[in-house]
């Protein structure tokens, strides 16, 4: 989330948006999806189709299915790269993916491509490799079939009253726009994204410590993509820098001092306790964030829902 790696893929991504412009508009026309939303997925994945793909991906996931620690997840993987081979007569060497199988410039698994890739250029291959319409347009499909909405922002950084508590974030506590509105909650670019009945929802990667965000289903259907937050939030915002939008404007923090291992102990003590951390994994998602704020009024303090290295050694005891 570096501001220069922004500043840099903003700027080859403009020249992108330019370069492909009546592709992207064909995508936009049948997909429904924002053109920089998809240009900036693409800037994510592969580097505007630039980044070296190195394996052969039959061989990388024969080695994960039979020699890995996740066979049961990369052999289905493997039976569905047979059948492209097989049914989209793409040679073997040019079938090329990372060491865990993700293929061409969408970094499609296998059997996402079954599923989402298309023949954007009407040559009658789908080949996610070395055409750039065919991978945006695979990339576009992907987000509508997993219910992209068009016409909605994916959201937007926000100014949140120091009343509105950070326990609220999550999927699972939306509010309306206008409930958003009368807390208080203001957007730093300007309206909240969607009408006043639009559901919104915190996000505070960072906690209190850092920026604050509400956003959309839109949001969520990114998350699809790639599961993590910070990857959703890393499109969303190249999507908007794409269209001239400002910098994040709050600032990051991390625990300082502590492991990924130590964090795993708080959150394991935050469950035995009774709270719903998601996966004791050492990494701070939502539902770490809510626990940790939740424990920390508990303790007869102002919650910002994100552990320093004390809190993480006090409840990891």
């Known amino acids: 989330m570096a501001e220069p790696n922004f500043a840099a893929l903003s700027a080859e991504g403009r020249v992108e948006l330019k370069r492909w412009s009546k ?12 053109r920089e939303i998809v240009v900036a997925i693409w800037a994510r994945e592969s580097r505007f189709g630039r980044a070296k793909i190195p394996n052969v991906a039959i061989r990388a996931l024969a080695t994960e299915a039979f020699m890995g620690a996740r066979k049961e997840q990369f052999f289905p993987e ?17 079938m090329k993916s990372s060491w865990a199988g993700a293929m061409g410039q969408p970094q499609f698994l296998p059997s996402k491509y079954l599923d989402n890739a298309v023949d954007m250029d009407g040559d009658g291959a789908r080949d996610i490799w070395k055409s750039v319409p065919d991978s945006l347009g695979s990339i576009a499909n992907y987000l509508r079939r997993h219910g992209w909405a ?64 509400l956003v959309s289903k839109n949001f969520y259907v990114l998350k699809e993509y790639n599961e993590s937050d910070l990857y959703a939030l890393f499109v969303g915002h190249l999507a908007d820098r794409l269209k001239g939008g400002a910098p994040i404007q709050g600032k990051w ?41 939740r424990w920390q009024a508990g303790q007869g303090r102002a919650p910002t829902c994100f552990p320093d290295a004390g809190d993480v050694r006090a409840i990891g005891r």
Do not use: N, Y
Not at 81 to 94: M, S, T
């Open 23 to 34: 592709t992207l508009d064909a995508v936009e026309r049948r997909f429904g999806v924002p």
């Open 78 to 94: 493997l039976i569905a790269a047979l059948k492209i081979l097989e049914g989209d007569h793409i040679p073997l060497e040019e």
């Open 150 to 213: 068009p016409g909605r922002r994916w959201g937007a950084e926000v100014d949140l009253p120091e009343s509105v508590p950070c326990t609220l974030e999550g999927p699972d506590q939306g509010k309306t726009v206008a409930e958003w509105t009368k807390l208080g909650a203001r957007a730093k670019d300007g309206a909240l994204p969607g009408a006043p009945d639009a559901t919104l929802h915190l996000m505070t990667p960072a906690g209190r410590t850092g920026p604050a965000f």
């Open 253 to 293: 923090t991390t625990p300082k001092g502590v492991g990924r291992a130590e964090i795993a102990a708080m959150q394991r003590r935050l469950e035995a306790r009774g709270h719903d951390v998601g996966t004791a994994d050492g990494l701070i998602g939502f539902r770490t964030r809510v626990a940790v704020g």
